[in-house]
């Protein structure tokens, strides 16, 4: 656990980021060291400040919160990303957590549970809100939270393969399988691979 958490939040609407900032001023371990109202500042401030964790939400006017985050991972990837928006769609969960945030939360989600996915992803782990994971979700939503070709890696890993027989099998490298297997471990909130096989057989996933 880091001592301290220095902390980024960006988004278009001011009373947003006064209700985020007087929120994490009560939590001793977080220290909020910039504010942006769109995704061109926020890339820029995130340069200048190098924060260990931004609070993005993902609307905003000009760039938006999934471009400026596929920005700040090319130029500072020590930094954290925590998509943090008011849209539930699962399509963009996975857009998120594809451009590379290590968190996603949403804006009705509970104080506890903010201040947890800052110091989950600050070190190192990834955070998804509760209300988005594969038990609570519709059938229809469950299938949009995994792409195709994740789907396809999953029933290939449930068939017993390794990444190199997924690698050999598909074409791709074995750092791209890898890159995939975090991206399903992420979204499934899975500690294993066989776990992730194990909640996607179970929630229909794949078959």
Known sequence: MPGEI?????????VVREG?????????QVRVVGEAGDGESAVALVE?????????????PGM????ATRMIMEREPQTAVIIFTAYSERALLARGLESGARGYLLKE????????????????????????????????????????REREILKLLADGMSNSDVAAKLFISQETVKSHVRHILTKLEADTRTHAVAIALRESMID
């Open 109 to 148: 989600a509970a104080h506890d549970t903010l201040l947890r996915a800052i110091e989950k992803v600050a070190t190192g782990e990834s955070f998804v809100d509760p209300a988005l994971m594969p038990s609570v979700l519709a059938a229809k939503d469950r299938e949009e939270l995994l792409t195709a």
């Open 64 to 67: 938006d919160g999934l471009d």
């Open 48 to 60: 200048r400040r190098r924060p260990d964790v931004v609070l993005m939400d993902i609307r905003m």
């Open 20 to 28: 985020l900032r007087l929120a994490l001023s009560r939590s001793p």
């Open 6 to 14: 220095t902390c980024l939040i960006v988004d278009d609407h001011e």
